[in-house]
């Protein structure tokens, strides 16, 4: 379909979307189209009720709150683009409001199992140190995972300790890191036979894919045997957890992460307080 490639062009041109949600934007998007197609509905021509009868349709597919409203937003996208373009007259998505979101804490480790997963990594090959560095990167920096496989060793600075990376919407930011990471990177790039612009690489000495990533820390996770069902996202929540528990301000929590908003922050606060409770019933003597 003509628009449909079109929308992807105007999702990686215009308003700069990364990879991955340009992919689940066109997803989102033809997943509609088939829906309406199978009900008879002309996709420039629908209605509050179409989108209502929709909204029911996914509930019963058992989706989450969470899921619905990343699909309205990829949607309400879609029909802002047919409505630059002349295509519809109104956006009747702007008419319809995202699902109230799960309360749902994130996923974080203890330093304890943070430990236990650097101490599972024992071989010395290169591909054991790239994901040692893995590991210490994620949660050093607080990146996300496609942040991370963008890397390339011209944007570290070694001296100051420090990394371009390149965010959400193609926004710059600068992360710190510390001596552990500094060490596992320059082990691992001393070890590292491969010749390649990008810092971590796959086994055939290419960029490594955000699946790639994946598929590591649940293996590494696994050895590790930690109660935790870790993915790279996990180390993310963990830095921010762990950063906050040790006093750091929240603001700055927040622009370490590359958040627009801090309301996207706060989440992390929840945690923090939790845990302070935890700890102050474990060590209280009169409670």
């Known amino acids: 379909m003509k628009e449909i490639n079109n929308f992807e062009e105007y999702l990686k041109y ?36 179409d989108i209502i009868k929709y909204l029911k349709y996914l509930d019963n597919e058992k989706l989450s709150n969470r899921s619905i409203g990343t699909i309205l937003s990829s949607l309400r996208c879609f029909y802002n683009y047919l409505l630059d373009n ?30 236990k997963i650097l101490d599972s990594i024992t071989d010395k090959d290169v591909l054991s140190l790239r994901n040692k560095m893995i590991i210490e990167l994620l949660y050093a920096t607080g990146i996300r995972v496609s942040e991370l496989i963008n890397i390339k060793i011209s944007d570290i600075d070694f001296n100051n300790k420090t990394i ?32 390649n612009e990008y810092l971590v690489l796959n086994s055939k000495g290419e960029k490594i894919t955000v699946r790639g990533v994946e598929l590591i820390i649940e293996k590494i ?50 945690i923090t307080n939790d845990y302070i409770k935890e700890e102050y019933l474990k060590n209280i003597p009169r409670k």
Not at 100 to 110: G, Q
Request: proline fraction near 3%.
């Open 14 to 49: 215009e308003l700069n979307y990364s990879d991955y949600t340009i992919k689940e934007y066109i997803l989102h998007v033809k997943d509609f189209l088939k829906y309406l197609e199978n009900n008879k509905i002309n996709y420039l021509n629908i209605n509050k009720e």
């Open 164 to 195: 371009k990376v390149m965010g959400k919407g193609k926004k710059e930011r600068i992360v710190f890191f510390g001596d552990y990471a500094l060490d596992a990177i320059n082990i691992y790039l001393k070890n590292n036979p491969y010749n």
């Open 221 to 270: 996770s696994k050895m590790a045997c930690i109660n935790n069902n870790a993915h790279p996202h996990t180390f993310r929540h963990t830095f921010a957890t762990h950063m906050l528990n040790n006093g750091c301000p929240l603001k700055s929590v927040q622009e370490y992460l590359g958040h627009s908003s801090l309301s996207s922050t706060e989440v992390y606060t929840h």
């Open 86 to 115: 002349g295509f519809v007259k109104v956006n009747i998505f702007k008419l319809i409001s995202n699902p109230k979101m799960d309360k749902k804490l994130p996923n974080f480790l203890s330093y304890e199992d943070l430990q």
